[in-house]
């Protein structure tokens, strides 16, 4: 398969590609890291051009900044040139450092980056890029982990004051030009890699337009669909999200304006929880050890569904009660059914000592 990438990038490109490194990354496509006359390129190909990430990968890299430069593409064999960013380290590596001050400093740099992206973003222009794909919408999956909790889990009938929020929580997917931006979506620690230029996002596979709350969600919760999930110390999640508050009402004043702001931020949360916990739920049953990629620290799924329902069941308390008590209630069966193997994440490894 390699040299046929190659053979597929060279002729894209226009000049010679060689010597392929891998880079690992998913079972979803091959990505190399390449020697070209003028230096290096990745080079990513998803084995169908016609798949819904690929077109997405192709439409974020057009469409947003701090991000790859997209040289080629090849959409006949699902195939992307871009820039090479490099071998800094990512975000993840900073949390799981042992530098307190550089992971402080490179979160609070990440989410300041982040923000900027998202609010220079365009959608008409993404938009064209993608083409006729129907947007992912977080709230459809959120109805399903809301089910699962209630049949499957904790075996509750049907709730009307549920049902009343996962219908508020879903307003968040109605387009709206005001509220919209184009994002990376997976803003995951491990995707975001430090430049001499600054933090750049890669991974673009899920890119979608969405409400900018969802992406405000990754500062508050923190990092809300990641394996890099670890108890913060105290102050940080605020600080990351006054600072994203602050530098998307640069570019969106009014989208950042009160009380309307911080209960979008509360309904993306909750939307990002029960998400997961549709897509985690199985693993925690099977009881699997780890979220991450292998040899890497992270928690074991019961690890990360219990935290995620600990802390929406304290934080959405006002916003959605109803949802709160859903997710206190999966917390406390958690910690009868699961006992130890759903204990506590505890801090990540930089912030150790601030225990």
Known sequence: MTDDTLRIASAALGVPVSDPQPLGGSTRSEVLRCRVPAGSVVVKKYPDGSSASFAREVAGLTALDHTPDLLAVDREHGLVVMSDLGTGPTLADLLL????????????????????????????????????????EPSAAARVGARMLLDDVLGLPADRALDAELDLIATLDHRDPASDVVSPTDTCPDNAIRTADGWR????????????????????????????????????TDQLLDTFTETLGTHRPDLVREPGWTRS??????????????????????????????GVLSPSYRQLLTTRWRW???????????VAGLLGTA????????????????????????E
């Open 331 to 354: 917390a406390a069966w958690a910690d009868d059914e699961w006992g130890a193997s759903a204990a506590p994440v505890g801090p990540y490894r930089a912030f150790a000592d601030d």
């Open 97 to 136: 450092g042992d530098d307190r001050e550089a992971a402080w400093a490179g979160a609070l740099e990440w989410v300041e980056a982040l923000t900027d992206t998202l609010g220079r973003s365009r959608s008409t222009t993404f938009d064209e890029a993608l083409g006729d794909l129907s947007a992912d």
């Open 265 to 294: 931020v509360d309904l993306a949360s909750a939307a990002w929880i029960l998400a997961m916990t549709g897509w985690l739920l199985f693993g925690a049953d099977e009881d699997r050890p780890r979220v991450g990629p292998p």
């Open 201 to 236: 996002f890669v991974d673009l596979e899920g890119a979608t337009v969405h409400h900018a709350a969802y992406d405000a969600a990754y500062a508050a919760m923190p990092f809300s669909t990641c394996w890099c999930v670890f108890d913060p110390p105290p102050g940080f």
């Open 312 to 322: 929406g069941a304290v934080r959405l308390r006002s916003t959605l009660p109803a």
